[in-house]
């Protein structure tokens, strides 16, 4: 087992990948050579030659496109957008090709194809760098999204990511690609898509998150420990956006009667508020509190300096976590 972080877990899934199956190709701005801006796939054209690694012109819809007519024809596409914001033109064949093929050709041609791309704000990066569009993208039938948040995670889900017969969104906070390091095994795993991990049990509260906000989320729980020591919070961090693990969120919430749910996105129509329309679905007689979100705001995202007011923090975690322990009927 090596010690590495997310953008290694990238690099290692995608080696991985691309040794067991000559059909795994990658490409996207400044993949080839380079590596592309994170670095995430260096050395991979080297290994592998420019057949199989390469750039791609400045032109998202269009290598969207190259990679959905890979896919259709036994080649598996794994295609970098360099950042989220900047990927939105890909989304005419996302939505009106990528998702549907299964579908349009009733079965005869899938989509088997994934699409990586930073995303997040904490970097303190320019406009269009910093997005998390997660909610559109799990807004569509016919795709899988999803959002590690650890190298182990990272690793393991790119990988099943690049073995589903349907196309995956892989969304990877950059914010997270350097933060930390963890023993990861060596060679090929999968994390299963769909399935959510349970960071600590407990009894008061429960706390859904995923992707950079794990990591806030975690610091939070700490933190409250100096004015509420005797609180028991149940941490989840979702990996997958679409599927999601209802199963274990609503058997955690129906245990604890309390949910908070963490994410940096904009707050209005986002994933905290169809997990809490499911919740309040299925577990309305157990709740001992209102069902509460902690969320970016309603607003662009700022740049550069600007972005830390709108990003979600453990501070603000810990307050959002106060207000749900502290409700009294």
């Not at 093929?101 to 269009?128: C, D, F, Q």
């Not at 349970?198 to 794990?214: P, R, S």
Request: hydrophobic share 40%; charged share 20%; glycine share 8%.
């Amino acid at each position: 087992m090596a010690v590495i972080n997310n953008i290694k877990a990238v690099t290692e899934a995608l080696d991985v990948a691309m040794d067991r199956d000559k059909n795994v190709i990658v490409f996207g701005e400044d993949v080839g050579l380079e590596g592309g801006v994170f670095r995430a796939t260096q050395g991979l054209q080297q290994k592998y030659g420019i057949e199989r690694s390469f750039n791609a012109p400045i032109s998202e819809a269009m290598f969207a496109g190259v990679g959905l007519g890979m896919a259709m024809n036994g080649m598996k596409p794994v295609v970098e957008l360099q950042f989220q914001g900047l990927g939105l033109p890909a989304l005419q064949n996302v939505i009106a090709n990528i998702s549907r093929m299964r579908n349009r050709s009733r079965g005869k041609w899938t989509a088997p194809m994934v699409i990586r791309m930073p995303m997040g704000g904490g970097i303190r990066a320019l406009e269009h760098h910093s997005e998390a569009l997660e909610a559109i993208f799990a807004h569509i039938p016919g795709i899988k999204t999803v959002m590690p948040s650890t190298p182990y995670d990272t690793k393991g889900l790119l990988l099943a990511a690049i073995e589903s017969p349907d196309p995956v969104i892989v969304l990877e906070p950059t914010k997270l690609y350097r933060a930390f390091k963890q023993e990861v095994p060596d060679g090929y795993y999968t994390v299963p898509i769909g399935e959510g991990y349970k960071i600590q049990e407990g009894n008061d509260l429960t706390i859904v998150t995923y992707g950079a906000q794990t990591v806030d989320c975690m610091k939070a729980v700490e933190m409250i420990k100096s004015t509420h020591p005797t609180a028991s919070i149940e941490l989840i961090d979702l990996r997958s956006i679409q599927p999601w693990d209802k199963k274990m969120v609503i058997e955690s919430v129906k245990k604890t009667g309390r949910l908070l749910v963490v994410s940096e996105a904009v707050r209005s129509f986002g994933v905290p508020a169809e997990i809490i329309a499911t919740v309040n679905e299925n577990c309305f007689d157990s709740l001992k509190a209102p069902l509460a979100r902690c969320t970016g705001y309603d607003v662009v995202i700022p740049y550069d300096r600007g972005e830390g007011f709108h990003q979600v923090n453990p501070q603000k975690v810990v307050e959002a976590i106060k207000k749900v322990l502290d409700y009294k009927f």
